[in-house]
C-alpha cells in the first residue's frame, strides 16, 4: 500500500469516528417523562439542540400509543390520516438523517389533542450539544461519578444519556488505533 493510500485511509476513518463521536441518542420525554400525556415536550425540545446523526428512542406502551412521523400540516391539526411512517413497537428508534424539522405525533385519538406531539429541529454544525437541565445527552467525560451512581454506559429507567454513541466512540477509537498500527508497517 502506498504512503498516499494510508494517509487516506487514516483520514476517512478518522473522519467517520468523529461523526460517530458526535451523534447523541435521545429518550424522547427524558429524563422527567418519556411517550405518554404527562410529558412536555415543547419544554424537552428546548433543553436540547439535535444535529444529523443524533438518535431519538420513543419509549412507550404499545397497547397504549403509537409514533406516527407525520408532515408539518398534520402536525398542526393533529391529523394521524396519511402518516409519513407509522410505529407501534413500544421503543421506536428514530435516526436524524439531515438538517430540517420532523414532526411527530401519537396517532391515538385524542393524545395529540392532548400534547402528545413533539416538533424536532436538527440543525448543522459539528459541535456537540452542551450537557442540557434535562433530557438531553450527557458527554461521558461529564457524568458525575458519586457512589451508587450508574455507570455512564447505562442509561437510567427513563434516562437518556449518548450510551451507544459512546460506545461507538470507544469502538471508533479502538478502529482507529488499530488501523494507524496496521498503517504504520
Known amino acids: 500500500m502506498t504512503k498516499m493510500a494510508k494517509i487516506l485511509l487514516t483520514f476517512v476513518a478518522m473522519v467517520a469516528i ?9 429518550t424522547v420525554g427524558a429524563p422527567s417523562g418519556s411517550w ?13 439542540t439535535f444535529h444529523p446523526g443524533d438518535v431519538l428512542t420513543f419509549s412507550y406502551s404499545s397497547s397504549q400509543h403509537d409514533v406516527l412521523e407525520v408532515t408539518q400540516a398534520n402536525f ?7 402518516p409519513i411512517a407509522t410505529h407501534n413497537d413500544g421503543n421506536t428508534v428514530v435516526t436524524l438523517s439531515a438538517v430540517g424539522t420532523r414532526y411527530f405525533i401519537c396517532g391515538i385519538t ?22 442540557p437541565t434535562s433530557g438531553g445527552p ?6 458525575p461519578s ?16 449518548p450510551d451507544s454513541a459512546a460506545s461507538s466512540v470507544t469502538a471508533g477509537v479502538g478502529l ?7 498503517l504504520a508497517f
Open 110 to 131: 385524542g393524545h395529540c389533542l392532548g400534547g402528545m406531539k413533539v416538533q424536532i429541529n436538527a440543525v448543522s454544525g459539528t459541535t456537540p450539544s452542551p450537557a
Open 146 to 161: 458519586t457512589p451508587g451512581s450508574t455507570s455512564p454506559t447505562t442509561s437510567p429507567p427513563g434516562g437518556s444519556t
Open 176 to 182: 482507529v488505533f488499530g488501523l494507524a498500527a496496521l
Open 18 to 26: 468523529a461523526e460517530l463521536a458526535m451523534a447523541a441518542t435521545y
Open 138 to 143: 450527557t458527554p461521558p467525560s461529564s457524568v
Open 36 to 48: 405518554d400525556l404527562q410529558t412536555n415536550f415543547t419544554q424537552w425540545v428546548e433543553s436540547n
Open 76 to 82: 398542526d391539526s393533529c391529523t394521524s390520516s396519511n
